[in-house]
């Protein structure tokens, strides 16, 4: 594990003289803050250390493989950050591990922003919207001019706080968005364009393996009338891998493995659960899309005879590239990207996808430089062209990689980016003076305000959900604080990441002022933020996706559904069979290796989907022993029973689910786990 420092202890000492006193003891071993081989090798020791709770998992790593690979990709980017940086050793620690120094910072929302007073701009928001839902003042000649000054306004002191937050300075000045960027050339790269297998029958289902208890069989599909629903389909953190190799290692010396590279083994020729996803599979779940629901243009399957339903647009919400870190190149990268596009433009090309830019979409993984990486924002802006009929709408993405679409009247899409966010980019974190930054918070203020004063309802995307671990404190806080002023403007929160399928609350947050931190009103959750299930196995996961049903008429949340395949069932199908087998055998296996998991609420047993009772939820994963074993077992798609005992498990899982904010999460552990013991 320690090879990579040991190997390059004279690269440790480099560091050390840029920012003095960066380096912390973690188990007698000397580590950076936010040390490159933590971040990227083992980026939760720290916080499994600091929670005792969570039991910390040794992983034997060939560092003479993977470090200077590493070292290659990473070093030289993070030497030249840390020379720009004005930010002090503490300053720093605080920036990318505050969320883990818990006997300072846990049950903190964080500094947002410093040195502005939030009560001003949470006040200033909340005004806003009382005065859009009253009558407004007789002497006013034009009553939506005035609430769209008003509104203005008060999103420009958020904005201007935001920047004052990222600047050091309370005078900057938000910035219109900048004119469109002529497109750079980027590296060259090769398209697959092998359609995805249809089926004209519905696929059967192959049966579960048994678990220590009983997973609730789903219901059918509820028939909607045509327009009485709006149904979103999910498809996130797919880390598609084209250097995946059946019958390799599957329990190799690095995090990734099932490449030819790590010698012979058992890898299935549908994947494995240390692994990235085959192609083979990827392409499995379209085909089974294809025979089971309809949508605009599927000749497959129609309204009536499709047994899932309906899909009328998707979320698309990053993490294309595979995991392999060590390996990766921009034309990897973009290949895996250009791959998932097509598939979604043959298999449903009447349908609007709607994209996110995920940590594993840029190159190198995680890092993203306004300064340097035009190249990357300009080939997403061509990629996700399709999806765009008005050009215009694509500005932003080659300006920061985030957008706005209408989906229908009354309901718009906002996708984020996560590199802006990601606390692992230390490209943002360092180097605050960037102008696109302050660009991308004033499309925002624009863009919400105008959603505000239209009275539109927001879906919301991205990859890496506020709250995170792996989210800077300032753009957590900020986000936070942004939903919680205005509850009701989002109907979904969707994100991924974290390979799990989780769910957490939002809390409204108090005004703080000058001298007194916001701090989170525990018992006030106001919305729900949703990580979808991936389509990657890795990480001890069953491939999945997820659909969303929204009322089409209020756009509030009715239901969802999640669609798993069965990755030890497929395997052990193929395996069966006479070798070697055919492409169309495993393509069968395939197919009908996929089924419905779940369906929200009659698995959990909810009258609806309200904030309130996703907060219940939560204290049912506490105390009721069958729903935490439940909801541990559906949170990695049925790959095996997750028993949950609720002392430790349930706690855990109650403290993430009960809070989007990582500080609140682990205060609540530590809290509850010293209160039992």
């Given at each position: 594990m320690y090879?990579?420092?040991?190997?390059?202890?004279?690269?440790?000492?480099?560091?050390?003289?840029?920012?003095?006193?960066?380096?912390?003891?973690?188990?007698?071993?000397?580590?950076?803050?936010f040390c490159l081989f933590l971040v990227f090798?083992?980026?939760?020791?720290?916080?499994?250390?600091?929670v005792e709770t969570i039991p910390v998992q040794t992983v034997p790593i060939n560092g003479s493989i993977i470090c200077p690979l590493l070292s290659d990709r990473y070093v030289a980017p993070l030497v030249n950050a840390l020379g720009l940086t004005t930010l002090t050793s503490e300053e720093l620690c605080e920036y990318f591990d505050y969320c883990v120094v818990l006997n300072k910072t846990q049950n903190r929302l964080g500094q947002f922003p410093p040195p502005y007073q939030p009560s001003m701009v949470v006040a200033g928001l909340s005004d806003t919207k009382q005065r859009s839902e009253r009558s407004v003042r007789r002497d006013d000649a034009n009553p939506r001019t005035y609430s769209v000054k008003r509104a203005t306004r008060a999103?420009?002191?958020?904005?201007?706080?935001?920047?004052?937050?990222?600047?050091?300075?309370?005078?900057?000045?938000?910035?219109?968005?900048?004119?469109?960027?002529q497109p750079t050339t980027e590296p060259s790269t090769h398209q697959h364009d092998h359609p995805a297998r249809t089926s004209r029958r519905h696929p059967a289902r192959t049966s579960r393996k048994s678990s220590a208890f009983a997973l609730p069989v789903p219901s059918t599909t509820p028939k909607y009338a045509p327009g009485e629903t709006i149904r979103l389909l999910q498809?996130?953190?797919?880390?598609?891998?084209?250097?995946?190799?059946?019958?390799?290692?599957?329990?190799?010396?690095?995090?990734?493995?099932?490449?030819?590279?790590?010698?012979?083994?058992?890898?299935?020729?549908?994947?494995?659960?240390?692994?990235?996803?085959?192609?083979?599979?990827?392409?499995?779940?379209?085909?089974?899309?294809n025979a089971t629901f309809s949508f605009d243009g599927n000749t497959h399957a129609n309204d009536s005879t499709a047994p899932n339903g309906r899909i009328?647009?998707?979320?698309?919400?990053?993490?294309?590239?595979?995991?392999d870190i060590w390996n990766s190149s921009w034309n990897r990268t973009l290949e895996a990207n250009r791959l998932v596009r097509d598939l979604f433009l043959q298999t449903m090309p009447n349908v609007t996808v709607f994209p996110a830019v995920g940590s594993h979409d840029v190159y190198p993984d995680n890092l993203f430089n306004y300064n340097t990486d035009q190249y990357i924002l300009d080939a997403y802006a061509d990629l996700w062209s399709p999806w765009f009929p008005n050009k215009t709408l694509l500005e932003p993405v080659q300006r920061f990689g985030a957008y706005t679409q209408p989906i229908r009247p009354g309901l718009r899409l906002v996708a984020t980016n996560s590199y802006q966010s990601n606390k692992y980019n230390y490209f943002v974190a360092l180097d605050r003076a960037q102008p696109r930054t302050t660009e991308q918070i004033a499309f925002f203020t624009e863009t919400f305000t105008q959603a505000l004063m239209a009275q539109e309802r927001l879906v919301i995307i991205g990859n890496i959900a506020p709250g995170s671990v792996d989210v800077t404190p300032t753009y957590s806080s900020g986000a936070i604080q942004f939903i919680a002023a205005f509850p009701n403007s989002a109907v979904l929160n969707v994100y991924g990441y974290v390979h799990r399928d989780l769910f957490s609350l939002i809390h409204a947050v108090t005004a703080g002022n000058a001298t007194v931190e916001p701090d989170l009103i525990v018992d006030q959750p106001v919305d729900v933020v949703f990580s979808g299930p991936p389509v990657s196995p890795n990480s001890q996961v069953n491939p999945s996706f997820r659909v969303y049903t929204l009322n089409g008429t209020t756009f509030e949340l009715i239901d969802h559904e999640t669609y798993t395949f069965d990755l030890t069932g497929a395997n052990a199908a193929a395996a069966a069979l006479s070798t070697p087998a055919t492409d169309e055998q495993l393509d069968d296996i395939a197919l009908r290796s996929w089924a419905k998991l779940y369906n929200l609420k009659e698995t959990y047993n909810m009258t609806d989907t309200s904030v309130a009772s996703f907060a219940n939820l939560s204290q049912r994963i506490r105390n009721e022993p069958e729903v935490a074993n439940l909801f541990s077992t559906l949170a990695v798609g049925a790959s095996a029973p997750v028993a949950c005992p609720l002392s430790t498990c349930g706690v855990e899982h109650y403290c993430a689910t009960a809070f989007s904010v990582i500080n609140y999460v682990f205060g609540c552990v530590v809290g509850l786990s010293s209160t039992s013991s």
């Open positions: 090879a990579c420092e040991q190997q390059y202890g004279s690269l440790l000492e480099h560091m050390e003289l840029l920012v003095p006193n960066l380096l912390i003891l973690v188990n007698g071993v000397h580590v950076l803050c090798v083992f980026p939760r020791i720290a916080i499994q250390i600091a999103m420009g002191l958020f904005a201007n706080a935001l920047v004052s937050s990222l600047f050091g300075s309370s005078t900057t000045q938000v910035p219109r968005t900048s004119k469109k960027v498809i996130t953190d797919i880390n598609l891998d084209m250097a995946y190799e059946p019958n390799s290692n599957t329990n190799c010396d690095q995090l990734v493995c099932c490449h030819a590279s790590n010698g012979p083994g058992t890898a299935g020729p549908f994947g494995d659960y240390n692994c990235n996803t085959p192609l083979r599979t990827l392409r499995s779940l379209f085909a089974y899309i009328d647009y998707v979320l698309w919400t990053g993490n294309n590239g595979p995991l």
